[in-house]
């Protein structure tokens, strides 16, 4: 009786169960945390005032999102130097949730494909299984930098292919794309038809120069959605704000427009409170924003003072976002490894399988734990490696 859209073993996988038992022993140093409100940063406690604003108690349904809202929005992307127009936005309840919308905009239940890189974010599984949407990979390829395989890019491009997802900086490799994988990303997209989905929820973290926007993105032939949430550019994933910036041909932008319409009207999902705070969250939150890219940066730094190479363990380079891969010798399964660091030494990392990384063996560390506590379990790990 039930889809299977939702697969039939829902069981947490053995990662989660050991580090459930590690928790349940004592405490952990916990280098897998993405939870941005509890690695100790100072939110002002007043952040959330907006969300109290009396106007909130009548109900004005835009299925797009409130003007004001989207106009502060469109207001957030001059930072990086870009002209969107507030029509072009449209609101979410997430990140997560606009590639929802996407692939109802864009597939045929059953019968549509996306291409989504490896490696990279998770739950894309899930994403696009739950919305009757075939998946189907690119690799990511690291020659001293992460470039796209644009071979397999075009032998796993199907005819029922409606959407290329690409994650600039990506999650977890940090890399950008390059100007000229963009170019070919565009390129084929607009000539085959197919939108781009360009994840830049961690756009703001740049972790050493800013990023360059490459001209095919800046005036994109092709149907660009760009995704950015409050998740991660203030660091508030409980406020449930996120947002699609639409880019590419009028008549394309205006098409999809017209038909995001009907669907946001369906489901009216984003809160009215939070589009009202919208501008307040959005211009306060820059404080939290600065705290975070602090963080990521110092203990980025920290890693690569702490992981130097020795017994083979060497830090791939990133250029942003909230997580770093160590390449670690593969003379033991990467599961092993991360068990053994759980159970002897309580820290908690997570395998590059996690992330379905082609081979082993990686490491994924999160670079947002308090600094004192990232260093202490970036040096077990360096021992536990030392130790083999
Ligand atoms: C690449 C990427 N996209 C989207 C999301 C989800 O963001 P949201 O909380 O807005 O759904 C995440 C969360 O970790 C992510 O890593």
């Known amino acids: 009786m039930f889809s299977t859209r939702v697969p039939d073993d829902r069981r947490p996988n053995d990662l989660a169960r050991a580090l459930a038992g590690a928790r349940a022993r004592g405490p952990i140093v916990d280098l897998t945390v993405s939870n941005p409100t509890r690695v100790g940063l100072d939110y002002p406690p007043d952040l959330l005032a907006g969300l109290s604003d009396p106007a909130a108690l009548t109900y004005r349904p835009a299925p797009l999102g409130l ?142 120069r800013p990023f360059d926007e490459p001209p095919a993105f800046a005036s994109p032939d092709c149907l660009l959605c760009r995704l950015g949430g409050l998740s991660k550019s203030i660091g508030l994933p409980q406020v449930k704000l996120g947002w699609i910036a639409l880019d590419g041909p009028d008549g394309l932008v205006a098409e999809a427009l017209d038909r995001l319409e009907l669907i946001c009207d369906t489901y009216l999902s984003v809160a009215t409170p939070v589009q009202l705070a919208a501008r307040s969250l959005l211009e306060r939150g820059a404080a939290v924003r600065d705290q975070i890219l602090q963080r990521v940066r110092v203990n980025d730094a920290a890693l690569r003072a702490i992981v130097t190479g020795g017994h083979g363990a060497t830090v791939f380079p990133a250029d942003g976002g909230w997580s770093a891969v160590v390449r670690v010798p593969a003379t033991r399964p990467e599961e092993a490894l991360v068990a053994e660091l759980l159970e002897r030494d309580a820290v908690a990392v997570h395998p590059g399988y996690f992330f379905d990384f082609p081979h082993e063996a990686f490491l994924v560390v999160s670079l947002l734990p308090e600094p004192d506590l990232f260093a202490r379990g970036m040096h077990l790990v360096q021992d536990r490696i030392d130790a083999a």
Not at 137 to 157: C, I, K, M, P, Q
């Open 67 to 208: 003007r004001a809202a989207r106009e502060a929005v469109a207001e957030s992307y001059v930072r990086r130097g870009l002209s969107i127009d507030p029509d072009r936005i449209v609101l979410t309840s997430s990140t997560s949730e606009a590639y929802s919308i996407l692939f109802k905009l864009l597939c045929e239940p059953g019968r549509s494909d996306v291409l989504t890189p490896v490696p990279s974010y998770p739950l894309f599984d899930h994403l696009t299984r739950l919305d009757g949407v075939g998946q189907r990979r690119y690799g990511l390829e690291y020659h001293g930098a992460w470039t796209v395989d644009f071979d397999e890019v075009d032998s796993v491009w199907t005819t029922g292919t409606r959407a290329v997802l690409a994650v600039s900086p990506n999650n977890p490799t940090g890399s950008v794309v390059q100007a000229g994988d963009a170019d070919e990303l565009a390129r084929r997209c607009a000539s085959r038809r197919a939108a781009l989905i360009l994840d830049e929820v961690f756009v703001d973290y740049p972790l050493s």
